[in-house]
């Protein structure tokens, strides 16, 4: 069936770094945007970054520009995100998302079940 | 780019109809019929409801629909059930480096 499973949370130290991974499958996954999107506890979606089908174009959440990178690898139906110089602010439920595009039209109709990354001294 | 804006909270007993609105600018809402709407239960992923302003996804009931006026989107549900108390968040996309973006939520209370 379709779907999308996350790992790679976990408590980390500030100023470290965490790579977090989702597996996709069911789908054609070179065909679809993937995002990632976070929500820290008791708190609303916030959007993080948007990868294009080919990996040609991304884009990232003011909050973390500069400091997390998203990719892709379709060969193996993966996508991550690279976070470094990690903040207390950073600390959320990190869910992966197909858009249901090729690129960013906000619409996500697939989502994990979500990573919990804290970032804590 | 700023958050789209939600009523913290509605409610309504079994039956009745609500509308959740959600107010952006010219620049998302008024300027791309890209709107989204979600519904999340507690401790759950966020589940599409409704997607390209009016658009429903296979599977979700058709009590559930979406509109658009000017800046401001609108999600109505109908014929109101016990399950349909979560909270509700609208998504827009902006065009902008920053493409989507999201209004702060809405908790749905079904009395």
């Known amino acids: 069936q379709v779907q999308l499973v996350e790992s790679g949370g976990g408590v980390v130290q500030p100023g470290r770094s965490l790579r977090l991974s989702c597996a996709a499958s069911?789908?054609?996954?070179?065909?679809?945007?993937m995002h990632w999107v976070r929500q820290a506890p008791g708190k609303g979606l916030e959007w993080v970054a948007v990868?294009?089908?080919?990996?040609?174009?991304?884009y990232y959440a003011d909050s973390v520009k500069g400091r997390f990178t998203i990719s892709r690898d379709n060969s193996k139906n993966m996508v991550y995100l690279q976070m470094n110089s990690l903040r207390a602010e950073d600390t959320a439920v990190y869910y992966c998302?197909?858009?249901?595009?090729?690129?960013?039209?906000?619409?996500?109709?697939?989502w994990g079940q979500g990573t919990m990354v804290t970032v804590s001294s | 780019q700023s958050a789209l804006t939600q009523p913290a909270s509605v409610s309504g007993s079994p039956g009745q109809s609500i509308t959740i609105s959600c107010t952006g600018t010219?620049?998302?809402?008024?300027?791309?019929?890209?709107v989204s709407w979600y519904q999340q239960h507690p401790g759950k992923a966020p589940k599409l409801m409704i997607y390209?302003?009016?658009n429903r996804p296979s599977g979700v009931s058709n009590r559930f629909s979406g509109s658009k006026s000017g800046n401001t989107a609108s999600l109505t549900i109908s014929g109101l059930q016990a399950e349909d108390e979560a909270d509700y968040f609208c998504?827009?996309?902006?065009?902008?480096?920053?493409?989507?973006?999201f209004g702060g939520g809405t908790k749905l209370t079904v009395l």
């Open positions: 069911g789908f054609t996954f070179s065909s679809f945007g």
């Open positions: 010219s620049s998302d809402v008024g300027d791309y019929d890209y």
């Open positions: 990868i294009y089908y080919d990996g040609s174009d991304k």
């Open positions: 998504s827009a996309y902006t065009g902008s480096s920053t493409p989507v973006v």
């Open positions: 390209d302003v009016s």
């Open positions: 998302a197909r858009d249901k595009y090729s690129s960013s039209s906000g619409a996500l109709d697939i």
